[in-house]
């Protein structure tokens, strides 16, 4: 069986949280393969050096565009496709969007997001039609589609109306080698180098309107004397225009003093933050899985998040839960996890994270690979 893992929807410069999550599954697929199994990666020369020494198992199919390219490379999956996959002897295609042409290989969809129709603001007029029209088309052709939660499962079901003995649930983890406790101290001295001179609560999350960094700087105002004392931090990067409209709202708000935006860290620094956080807080109003939620969880850090979609399914009742429209709401779940129920939380949320590993992760998609090969083979 050999299964090729398109991965040209990475922008080499700018990689997305896929990139993270395929870097985690593919080493830990590649150690599951047995005799006569092999990935093949879907890469471009600029994108191949973000893939590398997974092993003899892994190997690689080249394309001349990667997502720095992005009208070019989604040319390039329809019409290549059909012609370099057949060369390659691919049994299976894990992909996103399904080629218009699928010759002779099981497709896999992988869904990560339904945001071209839950959240279709965080999306280009192009990308998003685009999404809207194959999204639908690429389930209809599908062999398997494997979805990250149940809150996923039920937006496909509404949006794409696909066959449900298609879809496979299988959760997306935490890594826990490096999202783990440590001491607070040390943690928030290393941090003070990102200009944190308080206690905080922590946002971690690009910066988009759907994931309600408004009505996170409005619950933090009505919070007032609750969180005195404290800074509120984002960890990540987001457009200027949008980064500006958050700091006018918070000096409109009083708050402005509290306020820092640190932007996008390097990974390695990401733990520190969780480990010097007083709680992360994730008030989105739509996510499909959140794993913020669980990369705080593992490092013993409080989470406060949205009573909706797929977050507190993910959240297991190790988080407080909050209406993302009330800023009240939020406001009150912050104060608690700040202080009487912060060794609950904390307690609980290690438990629920250490429910969520990369090998599960990946034996389940393999899994999959294997079931839709097989079915391929049986029905000749």
Same mark, same amino acid.
């Given at each position: 069986?050999?299964? &090729? ?23 830990? $697929? ?14 471009? !020369?600029?994108?191949?050096?973000? *893939? ?43 992909? =996103?969007?399904?080629?218009? @042409? ?27 039609? +685009?999404?809207?029209?194959? +999204? ?12 990250? %939660?149940?809150? $996923? ?5 509404? +949006? ?6 298609? =879809?496979?649930?299988? *959760? ?20 003070? &180098? ?70 996008? @860290? !390097? ?24 794993? !913020?939620?669980? /990369? ?28 993302? *429209? ?10 608690? &996890?700040?202080?009487? /129920? ?26 999959? +690979? ?7 083979? %049986?029905?000749?």
């Amino acid at each position: 069986m050999r299964v &090729a893992i398109n991965l040209l929807t990475e922008n080499p410069g700018n990689p997305s949280g896929a990139h993270w999550f395929w870097t985690r599954v593919i080493p830990e $697929m590649a150690n599951r393969l047995d005799s006569g199994e092999q990935l093949c990666l879907v890469v471009s !020369p600029k994108s191949r050096p973000m *893939y590398e020494d997974y092993g003899p198992a892994v190997s690689y199919v080249t394309y001349p565009w990667s997502n720095e390219r992005r009208k070019l490379r989604t040319l390039s999956e329809h019409v290549y496709s059909p012609l370099r996959l057949p060369l390659a002897g691919i049994d299976v295609l894990n992909t =996103l969007i399904a080629p218009l @042409v699928n010759v002779s290989w099981s497709t896999v969809i992988h869904m990560k997001t339904m945001h071209a129709f839950t959240a279709p603001e965080s999306l280009g007029f192009l990308n998003r039609t +685009y999404r809207r029209l194959n +999204y639908p088309r690429s389930a209809r052709v599908a062999d398997a589609v494997i979805i990250n %939660s149940e809150s $996923m499962r039920a937006e496909v079901d509404k +949006y794409l109306q696909v066959d449900p003995a298609k =879809l496979r649930l299988i *959760y997306e983890a935490v890594d826990h080698d490096r999202f783990q406790p440590g001491d607070a101290t040390t943690a928030r001295g290393k941090v003070a &180098a990102y200009g944190i001179t308080k206690p905080f609560a922590l946002f971690v999350s690009s910066l988009w309107p759907y994931k309600n960094c408004e009505g996170l700087l409005r619950a933090w105002a009505v919070a007032g004397e609750r969180v005195s004392g404290r800074q509120l931090v984002f960890v990540g990067g987001g457009a200027e225009d949008y980064l500006a409209s958050l700091r006018s709202l918070a000096v409109e708000l009083g708050i402005g003093s509290d306020i820092l935006f640190v932007g996008q @860290v !390097p990974n390695p620094d990401l733990p520190i933050f969780y480990q010097a956080a007083d709680a992360l807080v994730y008030p989105s109003f739509n996510e499909t899985f959140g794993l !913020p939620i669980l /990369e705080a969880m593992a490092c013993g850090c409080p989470v406060v998040t949205s009573n909706t979609s797929a977050m507190p399914e993910i959240a297991g009742g190790a988080a407080m839960l909050a209406d993302p *429209y009330d800023p009240a709401s939020i406001a009150a779940s912050i104060a608690a &996890a700040i202080e009487p /129920e912060r060794d609950r939380l904390r307690d609980a949320g290690l438990r629920r994270a250490a429910q969520f590993t990369w090998g599960a992760t990946a034996a389940q998609t393999l899994d999959v +690979y294997r079931e839709v090969a097989e079915r391929r083979r %049986s029905h000749g």
